[in-house]
């Protein structure tokens, strides 16, 4: 069994920590929140450590990200091993491991995808790396991962930042799935032909060609809330989508689906709509349309 | 000048009526609203008109228009010619032109384009039907349309149904083209980037390659209210988008566009959305991704 | 065990006889073909049946259904039961229960799932119709639905026409989802970021989000194909992702996932399109844009 | 009369100048080429302007236009003023109003609009910078523009970067426009209910909501050809579609007409589409629907 550093604790670190102890690993974990890491500081993480260390980055992407791989730059010696299993954007990648590689120090960019459900389930791996670093992680990737033959839910996807990218589109992919099913959901609910809609979306599981782990989750979703009438239709997005509909206009890769659902969510956090209010304002100029104007409150 | 029977006295009749006036031809106008009409019933406006007798029809689309050409079937003769110059869908011109017919009544289908607008400047005209039904109709079509070549504001688009198909494909393009015009004042408004949104879409009137007579009309809007912040966003849609989707759809013909307008104005409408609601659910199950519920006031 | 007429030997009907026989069903089956089926014809079939017959009808949606179920509304006899399985639009539905009612004939309409892998797999089963009609087959459906919970591969999803929705929406589903997934392969193919696309299409199988049956099949189609270049991108369409569409502007859903799927198989299957055709002209007038021509040749 | 240096005389550049000296500016002209220009260097033209001078760049976005600056940096004196009026990205003028003022020479970004109709009609401009540098420049603006108010084709859009930005913006919205029209040609075209389609686009010149200049030219390519069928159904874009998309992602603005237009024409230009190539792939895989195969030659 080997020995892991492992910086943020948070909804996704904290369950692989488990599920790496429960394969046997040595983990040491630091976290900001000093109350759920093992060691207090990245410094008393890097003295925690053998060397030659790994250390897995799974903090928020972006800057801290970045600052966190620019302290291990300094905290960490040649021969160790940093691996970002963020969702940081690929593009950070090259600096990252440029960075690092002037202290010695190799780089791994990890897609990680699984949600809440991989501390149990374990959890699907893009990586961007070198082989050589690809297989001292290996130990790791292996306890991470679900059961199953590796290549089914591990791949070695390229250099770096391939993992990062792989999970990039993985997320743009995701965005279109989920708003695949939202959409038909939508229309079974408005049209009423169908008198059980839980029913029949429960009915997708076996035999059909939509089943998939998100509709199991629809399931769910539909059990504790049959017309999911608690939540309200309001979705964030966190960058992956937006990544993903910029890569494909760069590579001129046409992304209808994935665009989209991205702008559905973009359109279901807004109260008002700027757009629709031009597009109100020219059918009363032309046709004298009425229209919804807001009321004054005397 | 020439008599024409004008049923109808709505937004779009009214005005016809006088511009059709204003170029010397007697109209006799009726309307179910008495107050407005020159006759009280279609047997007055029957009566009043000398054989061979030009009857135009005005009134809403779909059952309203169809009851009255039923009802025009029997009080008028062989010899008589119906138009109906409302918003019909295409389809529902076969069954008119057949009822006709049967009476040995001919028939056109007129779109009529301009909006409230129409009376001073001028409507745009497309018709279905025979020849020389279009021929004993031209005084009133030459009276309705703007100055200038005919052809410019003028088509016999073809036999009977082609003058609404082509009506309901312009009103398909209107979509786009609004909506093209709303997402750019959308970006602009949300960037900030442009200090002055309102004063660079007025400079788009002269010389730009997107000056049209549409963006005439939101630089008259923004005119009257430079954040169009007294109207809601909530957009109506009257039909014409939702049968030319259906027709691009019957014919294979891509229309991510004018899907997208029409899809923009059923979302203007939701106060909620099912569909982001389960985009929400699944968001939560998979990620724990932190979601709005509904206020219970308790 | 029970018995059961099935109608239509194609490469469903003849999967479905094969599956329900294994379960230890008594089928007669009836093809056009008559070297495929037990019987040489609807009169043989609905003889060799004793009453009260079930016939299950598995032939092309539209007129070869509808001519179907009307020669078995005069061969069958008051208390027999017709079952369309076939693809039908949902408003066939109502025509043929009142038809088939007439003669006291009983109806149901059922989506059916699962395709060429339903034979060893199951199919996945949404059915409308009375509570009665249904309890009389369900042992033919739990023969052909897969193993596990009823539930989760079988609905009663309403009154008549409610199995083919639901089967309609199902449709409509896949088709956004299988364009989700080949945005995203395509944008993975054509950055060249990701050095080994097979790879880590495989790897989401197991512990992502994304994983699906239909992302199984991708896997095994790259398998065979690790470019998919034996195949070109023209892909047909069936008539359920028209008919979702229809529902969807029909009932004021926004649907531009599926649409943008819809869209993107017409687009796929034009040599040219006239469309852009013109945006090419309109580049060409307002910026003197080269444009390509089309080669003559001499 | 006041004097201009103008680098650049391409298709917009040559036109600017003659309509410039039209006006009665003294206009010197560098270009590449050196035929078409009025000195042999950026050195010539900087000794042939009295200071303090004024250098209108008219060069292709991106590093033509960098460079261009950069050399104008060093060979223009304080006081001077530097004008973008190319496609620039609006990013790119910071560091250009940078790199300029460090040598007390002043910028203004000019989004330019008209295409080779402009030379006779006038161009409509956006400007950003300083309310001085534009007082200063506007003898040329109004040269420029075409006759009528001033403010309706031009405005002070705000500050560095806020012309490019609303040009940006502008052509984002001509995509969107021109696939309205193109979408709505093709159903005229594909549904053959129309017999005339060059006719009823003639007909919507006067009069209709949809009329523009966009039209207009639709208008005279139909009029050379009225099946556009010289043309090949193949387009470019340009980079401000693209970043129009870009932007509206980055705030979060709902851009479905536009990113809808720029991918039709990422589309128009593929051969065969590794995307619909999958979509084939699975409807193999699952239904066993036939798919085309590639010819192989032997």
Same mark, same amino acid.
């Given at each position: ?53 790994? +250390?897995?980055?799974? %903090? #928020? $992407?972006?800057?801290?990200?970045? !600052? ?7 905290? &960490?010696? =040649? ?113 009423? +032909?169908?008198?059980? %809609? #839980? $029913?029949?979306?429960?009915?997708? !599981? ?7 782990? &998100?509709? =199991? ?82």
């Amino acid at each position: 069994m080997a020995q892991l550093g492992l910086v943020g604790l948070g909804k996704m670190g904290f369950n692989m920590r488990e599920r790496l102890r429960a394969a046997g690993h040595d983990v040491v974990g630091y976290d900001r929140n000093t109350e759920v890491g093992d060691v207090a500081s990245l410094q008393e993480l890097a003295s925690a450590l053998s060397a030659p260390r790994i +250390v897995w980055v799974m %903090v #928020p $992407a972006g800057e801290p990200t970045r !600052q966190t791989i620019a302290e291990l730059a300094d905290l &960490l010696d =040649e021969g160790d091993l940093v691996i970002d299993g963020g969702n940081s954007r690929y593009t950070d990648d090259a600096h990252n491991a440029e960075l690092l590689g002037r202290h010695g120090i190799g780089y791994l960019d990890v897609g990680v995808s699984g949600g809440v459900w991989g501390k149990d389930n374990g959890y699907g791996l893009m990586v961007g790396g070198s082989e050589a670093d690809v297989e001292r992680a290996m130990p790791f990737f292996d306890a991470l991962r679900p059961e199953g033959p590796r290549e089914e839910s591990f791949a070695h996807a390229g250099g770096v930042g391939a993992g990062h990218y792989a999970k990039m589109v993985h997320n743009g992919i995701e965005y279109g799935l989920m708003q695949a099913y939202a959409e038909g959901f939508e229309l079974l609910d408005a049209s009423k +032909v169908v008198q059980n %809609v #839980p $029913a029949v979306v429960k009915a997708w !599981q076996r035999g059909t060609v939509v089943r998939s782990w &998100l509709l =199991e989750l629809l399931v769910r979703a539909l059990d504790e809330d049959p017309e999911l009438d608690d939540l309200e239709g309001y979705v964030e997005d966190s960058g992956e989508g937006r990544w993903t509909l910029e890569e494909a206009v760069n590579n001129a890769v046409p992304a209808p689906v994935i665009s989209a659902a991205l702008f559905a969510r973009f359109s279901s956090r807004q109260e008002d709509s700027a757009a629709m209010r031009a597009v109100a304002a020219l059918r009363e100029q032309f046709g004298g349309h009425a229209v919804k104007t807001k009321k004054v409150s005397g």
